[in-house]
């Protein structure tokens, strides 16, 4: 696999010639040499900030609505009100992150978004109290994130060279996956203390700081001859044919895809935490449950140092899935809350690794001029996937009971894991 496209970088972003390996205990330790590149330590930096501020809002604008409408129902509308406009922009956005300056793109939806965060704080202070307002304003913001996500993923292959991919992409997910713990139990916290408009100007002025980080970066244009291309249908239609014609991509996807439809549970905590573990006390349970996940990706990511130079991308891809599958399987089997938990923390750690490789492998198989959208599909699978998972294993939990489904899904997780890795050989072959 030739490797040179994707190991382009921007003048003088790159760190000094890799250091000797590591020993002892230092081979288990997080892998930082990306931050060694002032750009690439720039971008992850202002994720540190927004990672926690965005969960403060993504807790804020659902405890809003329920508040006003005391109905879950219109939860579920609120959250269904963001993932279309987020599917619909990350697509385009993705397209449009190929043909202009991704620094620029990234400013202009940073902006955006904490713009739609400063609407959000003056809806909540001058107690408007409109359910279609929020909505709007999350369809809003869902817009500009989706804008942003794939040119801010698509760059760190410019930022950083090839063989530090998997490095950087456990710093990034690392971070993000400790805003998903740090960010809920934060504002927990705080919605008491401090309110509503409070929380959401928090997540605003921690934008502000993606805003400097991100016009701090070197310029990042287009290469080649992309730039007079125009960003429509056809540029998104063209990154799904590209997708159809590379199998190494379209089986990163199709992992995704098999590992958080089949076997994502979070659908069914609410029923286990009131049947299978209301021993330990539902609320206990319904916290265990939902942290379980974050936290082993969280000690995934500190301990990324054992698999982060692995070489042999495909096999860490499949092995990944394999033991998320297994680990799932052993939740749905488990009847007792720490031993639930433990495999909860084990398939966080599976995902992790999963997440790293499937992002390496996006950013290293795929060109620079389809890297923005390759990104724009990844955003799509990543928040899409889970809510399918959702309608599925709620169905399946009613049918045939929480546990079983959890089980079964983790196990077909694993068959069909195998049988795609055995009917194509290219996620297996791949490596740099």
Same mark, same amino acid.
């Not at 001058?126 to 040119?151: D, E, R, Y």
């Not at 063209?238 to 991509?249: E, M, P, Q, T």
């Given at each position: 696999?030739?490797?040179?496209?994707?190991?382009?970088?921007? +003048?003088? &972003?790159?760190? @000094?010639?890799?250091?000797?390996?590591?020993?002892?205990?230092?081979?288990?330790?997080?892998?930082?040499?990306?931050?060694?590149?002032?750009?690439?330590?720039?971008?992850?930096?202002?994720?540190?900030?927004?990672?926690?501020? &965005?969960?403060?809002?993504?807790?804020?604008?659902?405890?809003?609505?329920?508040?006003?409408?005391?109905? !879950?129902?219109?939860?579920?509308?609120?959250?269904?009100?963001?993932?279309?406009?987020?599917?619909?922009?990350? $697509?385009?956005?993705?397209?449009?992150?190929?043909?202009?300056?991704?620094?620029? $793109?990234?400013?202009?939806?940073?902006?955006?978004?904490?713009?739609?965060?400063?609407?959000?704080?003056?809806?909540?202070?001058?107690?408007?109290?409109?359910?279609? #307002?929020?909505?709007?304003? %999350?369809?809003?913001?869902?817009?500009?994130?989706?804008?942003?996500?794939?040119?801010?993923?698509?760059?760190?292959?410019?930022?950083?060279?090839?063989?530090?991919?998997?490095?950087?992409?456990?710093?990034?997910?690392?971070?993000?996956?400790?805003?998903?713990?740090?960010?809920?139990?934060?504002?927990?916290?705080?919605?008491?203390?401090?309110?509503?408009? *409070? %929380?959401?100007?928090?997540?605003?002025?921690?934008?502000?700081?993606?805003?400097?980080?991100?016009?701090?970066?070197?310029?990042?244009?287009?290469?080649?001859? #992309?730039?007079?291309?125009?960003?429509?249908?056809?540029?998104?239609?063209?990154?799904?044919?590209?997708? &159809?014609?590379?199998?190494?991509?379209?089986? !990163?996807?199709?992992?995704?895809?098999?590992? =958080?439809?089949?076997? =994502? +549970?979070?659908?069914?905590?609410?029923?286990?935490?009131?049947?299978?573990?209301?021993?330990?006390?539902?609320?206990?349970?319904?916290?265990?449950?939902?942290?379980?996940?974050?936290?082993?990706?969280?000690?995934?990511?500190?301990?990324?140092?054992?698999? !982060?130079?692995?070489?042999?991308?495909?096999?860490?891809?499949?092995?990944? *899935?394999?033991?998320?599958?297994?680990?799932?399987?052993?939740?749905?089997?488990?009847?007792?809350?720490?031993?639930?938990?433990?495999?909860?923390?084990?398939?966080?750690?599976?995902?992790?690794?999963?997440?790293?490789?499937?992002?390496?492998?996006?950013?290293?198989?795929?060109?620079? @001029?389809?890297?923005?959208?390759?990104?724009?599909?990844?955003?799509?699978? *990543?928040?899409?996937?889970?809510?399918?998972?959702?309608? $599925?294993?709620?169905?399946?939990?009613?049918?045939?009971?929480?546990?079983?489904?959890?089980?079964?899904?983790?196990?077909?997780?694993?068959?069909? =894991?195998?049988?795609?890795?055995?009917?194509?050989?290219? %996620?297996?072959?791949?490596?740099?």
């Amino acid at each position: 696999m030739d490797t040179s496209e994707s190991s382009t970088t921007d +003048p003088g &972003s790159r760190a @000094e010639p890799a250091a000797p390996p590591r020993r002892g205990w230092r081979r288990w330790a997080m892998d930082t040499r990306p931050l060694g590149i002032p750009a690439y330590r720039r971008l992850w930096t202002s994720t540190i900030v927004t990672a926690v501020g &965005s969960q403060l809002t993504a807790v804020a604008v659902p405890k809003q609505i329920y508040d006003i409408t005391h109905s !879950s129902a219109w939860v579920g509308y609120a959250s269904l009100a963001g993932l279309v406009p987020m599917v619909a922009f990350a $697509l385009w956005g993705g397209a449009v992150a190929d043909t202009v300056d991704r620094r620029k $793109l990234l400013l202009v939806t940073n902006c955006g978004i904490a713009v739609a965060s400063l609407l959000f704080w003056a809806q909540a202070a001058t107690g408007l109290g409109s359910v279609t #307002v929020l909505m709007v304003l %999350l369809a809003l913001q869902q817009a500009f994130f989706g804008l942003n996500s794939p040119a801010r993923n698509a760059s760190i292959a410019r930022l950083v060279p090839a063989e530090q991919l998997p490095a950087a992409n456990a710093l990034g997910s690392t971070v993000m996956q400790t805003g998903l713990v740090a960010g809920p139990l934060l504002a927990g916290v705080l919605i008491p203390v401090i309110g509503l408009p *409070v %929380l959401y100007l928090i997540d605003a002025l921690a934008l502000c700081v993606a805003v400097w980080a991100v016009f701090r970066l070197p310029p990042l244009p287009p290469l080649g001859e #992309v730039a007079a291309r125009r960003a429509g249908v056809r540029e998104i239609a063209a990154g799904f044919r590209y997708i &159809s014609r590379h199998k190494v991509l379209l089986l !990163s996807f199709l992992a995704d895809i098999v590992a =958080m439809v089949l076997g =994502m +549970p979070r659908a069914l905590f609410p029923q286990l935490a009131a049947q299978t573990y209301h021993s330990y006390g539902e609320g206990l349970a319904l916290g265990v449950l939902f942290a379980g996940i974050p936290v082993g990706a969280v000690l995934g990511g500190l301990c990324s140092g054992v698999f !982060s130079r692995a070489r042999r991308h495909g096999w860490m891809v499949i092995g990944a *899935v394999v033991g998320w599958g297994v680990a799932i399987a052993g939740f749905g089997l488990s009847g007792n809350l720490w031993v639930a938990l433990a495999f909860l923390a084990a398939a966080g750690v599976a995902d992790m690794v999963s997440m790293v490789f499937r992002g390496a492998i996006l950013l290293s198989a795929a060109t620079d @001029e389809m890297r923005g959208r390759m990104q724009g599909v990844f955003t799509v699978v *990543v928040a899409g996937g889970p809510r399918l998972a959702d309608v $599925l294993h709620g169905t399946a939990g009613s049918a045939f009971g929480p546990r079983a489904a959890v089980a079964g899904g983790g196990a077909l997780v694993v068959v069909v =894991m195998l049988a795609l890795a055995a009917a194509v050989p290219a %996620l297996r072959r791949y490596r740099i």
